[in-house]
């Protein structure tokens, strides 16, 4: 079996050039993150779930979600909300910003989202799913996607019902992560369902769920007939998951490793700003120094350091090659001022308008 994994398809009238996606992840997919991920082999990448009621409270936290830069294309946002009407305008400014896709969020298992009506709830409301993908449809001058699991409870089928009529209310792609939302990551994700879907739309439908090698890609890829496959938990502090599923197993050196998170914190820094960088970067020493790269230690040591600065200089320390491949890291990155920056989206954008 060798499929290839760099074949371009298009998600409504978007060229996406390969067959791996990134996947969203709250708290995770930043845009470093994202930016990562395009370099290392993802078509398509994601921003998390952003809030459409922080999106139309003007939530500065929220807006700084649909900040996009140049070389993340194509990128979709993802939103999450309840209300119609409140979708559709979000997603005027989710086009705004400059995203190349809307995907909207059925498969949020956390109960703070599903007690509003958004998420995974969904799933046991077929009709109001209908409405919102309509709503968004209806404004949106970019393809639709939606993103879902299984359905609410264990064993249920009900993505099968909904994925058709999700289609015929507008969406032009589906995500499926095909586990219920009362799994919520245990057990594995059943991709049967994800062929069967397949078989019963004629948008093309990403499969998400337990993809971490390129074995496994392949396989999913065949038994499904699925457009691509999204990696998610494989990828975070681990880039090299995407090169390998596209067909380069290479490990990397240490230097490599220490260069790309001393990458990811410079640009978390500028994105997020150094005082909520510091807390959200403590989760990603563990994820990038894991995997038997360095001794179990060293994560317990940076992550009890008072600063940034003292991160990097550790980091520095125990890989002083690191150095030369930050700077050509760096030297290959493009300017940070091409992003989209908010002053230029619509004023409404801040509730004031
Ligand atoms: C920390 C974390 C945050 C996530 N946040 C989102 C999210 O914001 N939107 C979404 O659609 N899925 C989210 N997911 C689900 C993933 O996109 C993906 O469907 C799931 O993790 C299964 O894929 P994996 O086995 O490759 O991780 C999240 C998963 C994790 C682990």
Request: hydrophobic share 45%.
């Amino acid at each position: 079996m060798n499929i290839d994994l760099t074949e371009t398809w298009l998600l409504g009238d978007v060229e996406i050039p390969g067959r791996l996606v990134l996947a969203p992840m709250a708290g995770v997919s930043v845009q470093a993150f994202r930016r990562q991920g395009r370099r290392y082999g993802a078509g398509l990448v994601c921003s998390e779930m952003v809030s459409v009621a922080g999106i139309q409270h003007g939530n500065e936290r929220t807006l700084g979600y649909l900040r996009v830069a140049s070389d993340e294309h194509p990128l979709a946002i993802q939103i999450f909300g309840s209300d119609p009407a409140a979708m559709a305008e979000a997603t005027r400014m989710v086009a705004a910003a400059g995203a190349d896709i809307v995907d909207i969020n059925f498969g949020c298992p956390v109960r703070k989202v599903t007690k509003t009506g958004a998420g995974a709830s969904m799933l046991a409301d077929p009709d109001q799913a209908c409405r919102l993908v309509e709503a968004v449809a209806g404004a949106s001058p970019l393809p639709v996607s939606v993103k879902m699991r299984r359905g609410v409870e264990n064993g249920s089928r009900a993505c099968l019902e909904l994925g058709p009529r999700l289609v015929a209310a507008g969406a032009r792609s589906l995500t499926l992560h095909p586990r219920s939302a009362k799994q919520m990551y245990t057990g594995t994700a059943d991709h049967s369902l994800t062929a069967e879907l397949v078989s019963l739309v004629d948008v093309p439908v990403i499969a998400s769920g337990d993809v971490t090698s390129r074995a496994r890609a392949q396989t999913v890829l065949a038994t499904t007939g699925a457009a691509a496959v999204m990696v998610g938990r494989a990828a975070q502090g681990n880039p090299w998951a995407l090169r390998e599923i596209m067909g380069d197993e290479t490990e990397p050196t240490r230097e490599e490793v220490v260069a790309e998170l001393l990458l990811f914190m410079r640009e978390t820094v500028r994105e997020l700003g150094e005082h909520r960088s510091f807390g959200f970067l403590k989760k990603f020493y563990g994820w990038y120094l894991g995997r038997g790269r360095f001794p179990r230690a060293f994560k317990q040591e940076l992550v009890q350091l008072p600063t940034l600065a003292e991160v990097e200089q550790r980091l520095l320390a125990a890989a002083p090659g690191a150095r030369f491949v930050l700077e050509r890291l760096l030297d290959e990155a493009p300017d940070p001022q091409d992003e989209v920056l908010l002053d230029s989206l619509p004023i409404s954008l801040y509730g004031g308008g």
